[in-house]
């Protein structure tokens, strides 16, 4: 039985050592030419033994190669110490396979190639004895608005790869569905579904929804339309579930994101919600290094996996229903904590997509906010005093920030949110979402930009993203009751992707600046609308100390309501 087969490269540029490093080599015709020491300490291609023991019971494994001339491979076991220990070793020639016993918990399991007179690696895999436990059906969920490019490059590739394994065909069928409605129809491998607007939300929720109906699957694997994949993740995805116990056979398996621009450097390896924030599980660590290996090897259990890949159970949705109509941000979250068992993660699986701090959306803060305190009621313990801190945390950092339009946005969301579930059973998310972009703010052209900051603004390194202090929270908090006269006539810069509000503090303007394209959003001290908005924010804020027991109660006892399948056919089709 095949656990996952070895990887010699793709096609980004960047990622060159996520599968071969510290290696004199050459890489042709789908083969690695070695003369020297090559090293599989890598990304995509180290054994995380812990994985396929617990969730497998996998106690033995053989690395197999398929190569051409003389060569040394060895077998290492990296301790979570970080002390490199010799498993096997073994003299070759050509084709070969080293069988092994499983190092001790900890750490991971990893080969070199060494040859003095040349060799060439064609590939190979990581196996064990025994059969597939299951045969699983993968439903390919895929959501899309206006990204006719990304679809079809993705569908181009797993165009190819079904050309050349066509066994695969039988194994997985893709749901593309198309909230714009402008892709031609599906045919052969995938069906084009045409939707509603309705978001990321709706977009996934009907593909769950078809696949459903057209049963026959045993698992949904959720993506985004604009990401990097490898087929050999999905290959390697299906494996692993083909392996689980029986008491793990419900297990979700989720995909970690790398940063298409620094094609090393790992985002998120799952995350966790703790009823205040949405924390990202190993991020922004460079995965050539072998500390980040390990760190990934010895990861907490996340209790989440967004949506741009998530591998789920597809009994998920007559058991649990289907998602919450949040249009988009947050519904992963919350069906990740509604209903997966536990999210199996593991180094190379994983895709590659676009930094987001690249990107901004002011309307994203009304869905971040609304969404993420509809999450806390159902899924969180916190109560009404620390869902009511959250409100007036979000919304004196963005008057910290001069933001006034994206504080009235977070208003409007717990407006929203204090609507209770009738509000998601009666609004049309479609028609919401265009009133919101219809007051986005436009961006400066960078020439623009330069004129008012005197100059190129320069951006400060953006950090993890941390909770303030308490004594940054006072500072914000006194900053906006200090008269006009207080504030520095010298422009503030921050990152519009990740604003900071140190660097807004005490200013009188503030450009929010797009880190890859020079643009920016200016925003400048009103001390009327902060007033106002100031005055707004007191009466959420007592609302929510006051309402908020009776108000979670309410959703729990009505969930059902919201993510049931009638309340989102009213969406899918509402016209008709």
Not at 321 to 348: H, Q, T
Request: aromatic share 14%; with cysteine.
């Amino acid at each position: 039985m095949i656990l996952f087969e070895i990887t010699l490269g793709n096609t980004i540029s960047g990622a060159e050592q996520l599968f071969i490093k510290n290696a004199a080599y050459s890489a042709a015709g789908g083969s690695v030419y070695i003369n020297g020491t090559a090293s599989f300490e890598t990304y995509f291609n180290l054994l995380p033994h812990d994985t396929y023991r617990e969730y497998c019971g996998v106690n033995k494994a053989v690395l197999n190669l398929r190569a051409k001339g003389r060569y040394r491979a060895d077998v290492y076991w990296r301790k979570k110490n970080g002390a490199r220990v010799p498993v096997a070793s073994l003299d070759c020639e050509g084709d070969a396979s080293v069988p092994f016993a499983f190092p001790k918990a900890g750490g991971y399991t990893f080969f070199e190639i060494e040859s003095a007179g040349g060799c060439k690696i064609y590939g190979g895999d990581w196996s064990c004895e025994g059969e597939e436990k299951r045969y699983p059906r993968m439903a390919i969920i895929i959501c899309t608005y206006r990204r006719e490019s990304f679809v079809e490059r993705n569908l181009a590739m797993l165009r190819e790869a079904l050309s050349r394994e066509p066994e695969w065909a039988a194994r997985l069928h893709v749901f593309v569905v198309d909230n714009a409605g402008t892709l031609p129809a599906g045919k052969g491998f995938y069906d084009v579904i045409k939707n509603r607007n309705l978001g990321g939300s709706g977009g996934f929720a009907r593909g769950m929804y078809e696949a459903d109906r057209a049963g026959g699957f045993t698992h949904m694997l959720l993506t985004d339309d604009d990401i990097r994949l490898d087929f050999s993740v999905i290959k390697r995805t299906w494996r692993l579930l083909a392996a689980l116990e029986r008491e793990h056979a419900g297990a979700s398996v989720g995909g970690a994101m790398l940063v298409l621009e620094e094609p090393t450097v790992q985002y998120e390896f799952g995350g966790r919600f703790d009823g205040l924030m949405f924390r990202s599980i190993n991020g922004g660590l460079d995965m050539r290094e072998t500390a980040s290996l390990l760190k990934n090897a010895h990861a907490p259990e996340p209790n989440y996996n967004a949506w741009w890949y998530c591998c789920m159970p597809a009994s998920c949705v007559p058991e649990h229903g289907l998602p919450m109509p949040f249009f988009i941000k947050g519904d992963d979250v919350e069906y990740g904590l509604r209903a997966a068992e536990r999210f199996i993660l593991s180094s190379g699986i994983a895709v590659w997509h676009s930094d987001f701090k690249n990107k901004y959306n002011g309307t994203l803060e009304y869905y971040i906010k609304r969404n993420g305190a509809v999450v806390a009621a159902l899924r969180s313990r916190s109560g009404a005093l620390k869902a009511a801190i959250r409100f007036a945390y979000f919304i004196f950092k963005n008057l910290t920030l001069k933001n006034y339009d994206c504080a009235e946005l977070i208003c409007a969301a717990y407006r929203d949110f204090t609507g209770g579930y009738k509000f998601f059973t009666s609004a049309d998310p479609a028609r919401l979402n265009e009133r919101l972009r219809a007051g986005a703010p436009s961006p400066l052209p960078e020439d623009e930009i330069c004129k008012l900051c005197g100059g190129q603004p320069r951006l400060k390194q953006p950090k993890s993203q941390k909770r303030h202090s308490l004594a940054a929270c006072f500072l914000m908090f006194l900053e906006n009751y200090l008269p006009a006269f207080a504030f520095s006539d010298k422009a503030g810069v921050t990152d519009a992707g990740f604003p900071r509000a140190s660097d807004c503090f005490l200013k009188r303007t503030v450009v929010h600046l797009e880190r890859e394209s020079g643009r920016g959003y200016v925003f400048r001290l009103d001390t009327k609308r902060r007033r106002r908005l100031r005055r707004e924010a007191y009466k959420v804020f007592f609302g929510m100390l006051f309402c908020y027991r009776k108000l979670r109660k309410d959703y729990r006892e009505n969930e059902q309501k919201m993510y049931s399948a009638e309340n989102w056919r009213r969406m899918f089709f509402i016209e008709k």
